[in-house]
C-alpha cells in the first residue's frame, strides 16, 4: 500500500519545536554530506564498491552510539536521509530521469525530515486545526486546508522563506485503477513569449505575473538593501552578517518562496485541467535549440549578450517545461490518460495542414506561421501544438495502445540528459501524421 497522492500543509511548530527541527535538518545535511562523500570515496577507492543504505546503515547506528548530536536525531530520519541517497543514485542512474550525480548540501538549503508512516500520527483538533505526533517533539499544529482523505503512508517536514510545511504521502485506494480517461487527444506547445500553447485552444494560456507591481519594486529595495549590507559587513565587520542583514535575507527569501508558490499553483491548476480533460496528451522534447535561436539575431544584426540569454532562456524554459511534464506525467496517470512525450525538431518549421517543413515558413521573428507550400496561415505556437498533437497520436497508435488507451505514460530519452546522449534523441520522428 505505497502512498499515491501527497498533501502539503502548512506547520506551525513552537519556538522550541522549531529549533529542534532546524537542528534535525542540519544534522540531516550532515548525514548525508558524510553518507555521499564516504560512497564517493569507496567508488574511487581500488575496491571500487558501490555503497547503498544498507551497508552504511550499521555504520550510522554506530556513530549514533558516539556522538551526542547524532543520537538526537530520530534513528527513523537518519535511515531516510541514506535512503534518499540511494533514491538519488538511482535517479542519476536512470536514462529516462533527468537528475545528475547527487550533490553536497550547502547550508544556505533547505533542509527537509523525511519520518516513516509508522513514527507519526495524525489527529484532528477541529475543523480547520489538526496535530501530528513527530518522534521526540511531540504534537504539532497544522492547518487543514484540504481533507487529508487516505491513509498516511509518510510525511516529510520542510521549510521555505515562509515557514515550515508538512507534507503527508497518503494512500487512496480509488486512485490505484482509475478508469480509461475517452477525453480527446491533445498537444502542448511550451515556450517562453506564449507559456503553454494547447491544440484544442484560440489563445495561448499565459502564466501571469509572479509578483505585483508594488511586490516587485519591494524587492528591487530589499535587494539594494542586502547588496549595502553585504558590502558593509565585508567592509567592516570581517564578512559577519548583522541581523539587519539576516532579517533582509528572510524578507527576500519570503518574496522567492511567494513567487515559487504562484508559479507552481498555476502549473497545478493548468496541468490537473489538461490530465482531467484528455485521455493523449503530447508534450515535445525539450528543444533548447530553438530558445538559444531567439537571441542570436541575424548575420546583419547580430543579437548582444546571446551566451547569457541563451543560459537565461533555457534555464526558464527548462524548469517550467519539466515541472509541466512532470506534473502531467503522474497525472495522466491518476486519471486514466496517456502522456506522450515527442522529439522536437521541427515541430514549429511544419505545417499542420499539408505537412510540409520550411524554414521560411516561420519568417522574422513573430508569432506568425505562414506555410510556403499551401498559403495556410497559423498562429506558430497553435500550429506547433497542432503538429506535437499529431505526432503524439502517431507514436500511441505505433505502439499499439491507439488514443485515450491505458494508463501511463512514455517518453523519449530526458530532457537535461548528461552530456553526449542529447545528439541520439535529435532524431525526425518517422513520418509525422497529417493534420486532422
Ligand atoms: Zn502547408
Known amino acids: 500500500m505505497k502512498a499515491n497522492m501527497a498533501r502539503r500543509y502548512r506547520l506551525y511548530p513552537t519556538r522550541e519545536q522549531a529549533d529542534r527541527l532546524t537542528g534535525w535538518s542540519d544534522t540531516c545535511r550532515a548525514v548525508w554530506n558524510t553518507a555521499l562523500a564516504q560512497r564517493i570515496w569507496a567508488y574511487h577507492s581500488a575496491r571500487r564498491v558501490t555503497l547503498r543504505a544498507v551497508d552504511q546503515g550499521p555504520e550510522l547506528t554506530q556513530a549514533r552510539r558516539e556522538y551526542d548530536w547524532l543520537a538526537d536525531l530520530p534513528a527513523q ?108 487527444p491533445i498537444g502542448i506547445d511550451v515556450g517562453i513569449a506564449c507559456s503553454v500553447f494547447c491544440s484544442a485552444d484560440d489563445a495561448a ?26 558590502t558593509y559587513a565585508k567592509k567592516y565587520a570581517g564578512g559577519k552578517y548583522s541581523n539587519r542583514l539576516r532579517r533582509t535575507n528572510a524578507a527576500i527569501a519570503a518574496f522567492k518562496a511567494r513567487q515559487a508558490r504562484r508559479r507552481l499553483d498555476w502549473n497545478h491548476k493548468l496541468t490537473t485541467d489538461l490530465a482531467q480533460s484528455h485521455g493523449l496528451i503530447g508534450i515535445e522534447d525539450l528543444s533548447v535549440s530553438s530558445m538559444i535561436r531567439s537571441a542570436k539575431g541575424t548575420v546583419t544584426q547580430p543579437g548582444s549578450k546571446v551566451r547569457q540569454k541563451a543560459g537565461l532562456n533555457r534555464s526558464i524554459a527548462d524548469q517550467g517545461w519539466y515541472e509541466i511534464r512532470r506534473q502531467l506525467g503522474y497525472k495522466t496517470k491518476r486519471y486514466g490518460g496517456q502522456l506522450i512525450v515527442v522529439p522536437a525538431p521541427g515541430s514549429s518549421q511544419t505545417c499542420c495542414r499539408c505537412g510540409a517543413r520550411d524554414p521560411e515558413s516561420r519568417r522574422g521573428c513573430g508569432r506568425l506561421f505562414a506555410c510556403t507550400q499551401c498559403g495556410h496561415t497559423e498562429h506558430a505556437d497553435k500550429n506547433a501544438s497542432i503538429n506535437i498533437r499529431d505526432r503524439a497520436i502517431h507514436t500511441a497508435g505505433r505502439a499499439g495502445t491507439g488514443t485515450g488507451g491505458g494508463a501511463g505514460s512514455q517518453s523519449t530519452r530526458s530532457p537535461k540528459g548528461r552530456g553526449g546522449r542529447r545528439a541520439s534523441r535529435m532524431r525526425e520522428p518517422s513520418s509525422p501524421g497529417t493534420a486532422a
Not at 501530528?132 to 481533507?147: A, M, N, T
Not at 502564466?207 to 542586502?226: D, I, K, Q, Y
Open 77 to 184: 530520519c537518519a535511515q531516510q536521509v541514506l535512503r534518499r541517497l540511494d533514491a538519488a543514485y538511482d535517479n542519476f542512474w536512470n536514462r529516462d530521469h533527468p537528475a545528475g550525480f547527487p550533490q553536497f548540501k550547502k547550508k544556505r538549503d533547505w533542509g527537509s525530515l523525511c519520518f516513516p508512516g509508522q513514527a507519526i500520527e495524525v489527529r484532528q483538533v477541529s475543523r480547520r486545526s489538526a496535530q501530528v505526533r513527530l518522534p521526540k517533539i511531540g504534537w504539532v499544529r497544522f492547518r487543514v486546508s484540504r481533507p487529508i482523505d487516505g491513509t498516511v503512508r509518510n510525511a516529510t517536514v520542510s521549510r521555505d522563506g515562509l515557514g515550515w510545511h508538512i507534507s503527508f504521502g497518503v494512500h487512496q485506494p480509488e486512485l490505484a485503477t482509475p478508469p480509461v480517461n475517452t477525453g480527446p
Open 205 to 230: 494560456r499565459q502564466r501571469p505575473a509572479t509578483l505585483s507591481v508594488g511586490e516587485h519594486r519591494r524587492l528591487r529595495r530589499l535587494e539594494r538593501r542586502r547588496a549595502r549590507q553585504l
